[in-house]
């Protein structure tokens, strides 16, 4: 059980390290230091970039390849075999890029530890490598450093930190060196700091509790290396899809063989052939399509903001079924913003998202102009203020310089063009009192105009209680107790908003005034009350009204206050008026369910609020659980673990950190989640195109298939019948209807090029009005089987009796000009089936007959090559085909029309039904 430092006085802490305040010395330094072992993070051992190459041919379908290489230099085709080959290395060096690059996690991690840190050693401050800092060790942190280990606060000067990449807390934490209950959560633990996380103000002194491994860091490092991989959807069903052809295959080369020697075939021959027809039944170009239609649906989601790292990932986002999502700077801007005033008895909007300077001031809707109450709130807000706000010359993008909360006043004076340049200037500071949690206000002395005036700002109810008077229209007029009330129950109302609230007063004081002792914080003329959130981004709105008409579930997932999160869902309309108790859950609540109760749960819950990183990943498994298909959406290192385990994790890329993007299978390049919608219609698109061409293209081999198998049991009994004389040899041939040279080259090329042309298709009309699709959904749904049953049939019979009317039994001219017909119908009758290929349910006119380019240039392109091989002197040989005379073309075109139009009409019949 992890040490409950937080729960330990210091006395305690101090005792049980063994540490006094002249700190470790350097002997036991180093023994701890073998004891516990260096401060940093350990990388599991993971699979050698050897064993990653080999895992990319343990698939079905590459096996199946495999196979069918050995079987084709089996029967003597070596130019098949290398053909098939190069289409296997090259989907094998494609999948082991991806999965090479994504394991880069805890390099990641490692990077984000701080190099160096002031320890106190033998009475002396030193400069130490993080790395050797041990438990004891007694560290001195200041603002601006990266905080290098786990550490008890022993002393704090209004010392706040940045914990957003740990805990997702959007607002810099106070720190304070008190005790706190033992089952105080991991993000209200003041009194702790974090390894990776930094001090954004003031400065302490603390105790190194926890190095390495043993971090709330290294305890997420070892997380996301003991995150499982899981597969996609996509390989799901290919693996499916590849058992299930490689049944066909075995089954039909043991009846072709069985079948041919029943008829009377000798049975080394038939052995042979039923080889080649298994290699037939093996569409040969699937893996490589796949993988191209996978990398081009990357390419254009990358165009749109959304980097993929994973190439089955694309295709996953498609059957996304639930978007757990971070709510600081992936929901929101990640920037705190000024939205209301309440200044001279007025409520004030201020419009404007984010550090951007731009923005107005209203009051009911209306844009007013800058009076003296409202300069002397936003003048104060500047001055007793230690944050800046910057513009970055390259990017044009504004940041602040300090605290995110006193940046927010800074953004919002700039927008009445009030610069902190400007008022520093004017008055400089000649002295402060600091901000404490104790105090909860600030108060800095400024000198100008031969006059010295003291600025404080703080909670509301605190300001106002060192306050004697009130600035109303330009005058300081006495505070009564009805003011008083007036002021907090407008403090409350904002912070039902979730709005955090700041109250802000001056004080006129000698400018004889030397000394600035605590007790001159009396008699103070309060201005007014500024408040700010952290506000949602404004187009995240829509996007979440495209995911519910997709019936896409959004969950809000956040470290962040419960009051905070539900003002943010209400805006965004992930929650409606009326909350229901068991919508929202905190880690608190979390803390106190099974794994069973909240499996029970996790469909009603909206929001979860103040969780820490092992919630975040019991959430995403419990999703899981209910066969749902899990996107989590992150930018903190807090995000990681639960990125790694959901089925597709997205990280931003702009606030991101390199952890986060690591452990994702894709990266928002913008931070934009509307970006995620985009993506998801992507993936959808390209799940409904590999459909479109494994249909396709097994449509075409089943009827490939059927015509050979045909022919070799029943060409003996037809010429028997017809021909009683005929030559044994020629029936013997004629029974092969197609060479393994044929079918090789419709696999590869006829098919090739309109099934990739396919993969880039535009989609149907209703693509993002579709429920999602079932984890475990077949890619063999009810439309494809009828298609795989109808399509063959029909067309083989056609082929078959163009074949059979040649006679090819009769003499070898006559199988030479069977064969042709064949040969040519069938291409033709494929190129007619793909361009019907485009949607499963809707005929060509509705999704747009030219929409997509590339498969007539695909279809005119097979056709040219056709034409290379018929008209070729040398290569018909090769193919065992004579010249076309003008009747086999009129027969191809009549059979392509014919099973063209029989496709669409079928269509719209079957679309007006629906």
Known sequence: MTKQWHSETIEAVMEQLKVTNSGLDSNEAS??????????????????????????????????????????????????ALIILAIVIASAVLGFTQEYRSEKAVEALKKMAAPNAIAIRDDKEIKIPATQLVPGDIVLLYTGDKIPADARLIETFTMKTDEAPLTGESAPVDKTTDELPSETQLNDRRNMIFSGTAVVYGRGKAIVTNTGMTTEFGKIAEMVQSAPQEKTPLEKRMGSVGKWIGLLAVIIAISVAIAGVVVGRPIPEMVLWAISLAVAAVPEALPAIITGALAIGMYRMAKSNSIVKRLPAVETLGSTSVICSDKTGTLTKGEMTVQRLYVNGQTIKVTGIGYTPEGQFQIDDKKIVLDENLKALLKTSVLCNDSDL????????????????????????????????????????????????????MTTIHTGDNKKTAYMKGAPEIVLSKCSKILLNGKAVPLTDEIITQHQKVTEDFALLALRNLGFAYKELPNTMEEFPESIEQDFVFIGIMSMIDPPRP???????????????????????????????????????????DQVLTGEDLEKMSDEQLEAVVEKVVIYARVAPEHKSRIVKAWKKKDQVVAMTGDGVNDAPALKMSDIGIAMGISGTEVTKEAADMVLADDNFASIVKAVREGREIYDNIKKYLTYLLQCNIMEIL???????????????????????????????????????????????????????????????????KPNESIFTRDVKTYLIF?????????????????????GEQLLAARTQLFTAMVAIE??????????????????????KWLWIAVLSSLALQMIIFYTPGVQELFDIRTPELIDWVIAGLYAGIVFTTIEVGKWITSRKK
């Open 539 to 581: 187009e995240v709105k829509d996007a979440i009204n495209i995911c519910r008409k997709a019936g896409i579930r959004v969950v809000m997932i956040t470290g962040d206050h419960k009051l905070t999160a539900t003002a943010v869902a209400k805006d965004l309309t992930l929650l409606g008026d009326n909350i229901e108790e």
């Open 31 to 80: 023994q701890r230091l073998i004891t516990y072992g260096a401060n940093e993070l350990k990388k599991e051992k993971g699979k050698s970039p050897i064993k990653l190459f080999i895992g990319q041919f343990t698939n079905v379908l590459m096996i199946i390849l495999l196979i069918a290489i050995g079987l084709s230099i089996a029967v003597g085709e070596p130019t098949d």
């Open 831 to 852: 190129l007619a089936i793909a361009i019907t290929a485009r949607s499963f349910k809707y005929p060509l006119y509705k999704v747009g007959a030219f929409k997509n």
């Open 390 to 441: 910057e513009k970055d010359s390259e990017s044009g993008k504004w940041t602040v310089k300090g605290d995110p909360t006193e940046g927010a006043l800074v953004v919002a004076a700039e927008k009445f063009n009030l610069k902190k340049a400007t008022f520093n200037k004017d008055e400089p500071r000649i002295a402060e009192i600091p901000f404490s949690s104790e105090r909860k206000r």
């Open 791 to 811: 399509v063959p049939i029909f067309t083989s019979i056609l082929l078959l009796a163009a074949y059979f009317a040649h006679t090819p039994w009769a003499s």
């Open 707 to 773: 015509v050979m198998f045909v022919a070799v049991v029943s060409v003996p009994y037809i010429a028997s019948v017809i021909s009683p004389g005929a030559n044994v040899e020629l029936v013997g041939s004629a029974a092969i209807a197609l060479t393994a040279v044929q079918i090789l080259w419709i696999n590869l090329v006829t098919d090739g090029l309109p099934a990739i042309a396919l993969g880039v298709d535009p989609g149907d009309p209703d693509l993002m009005e579709r429920k999602p699709r």
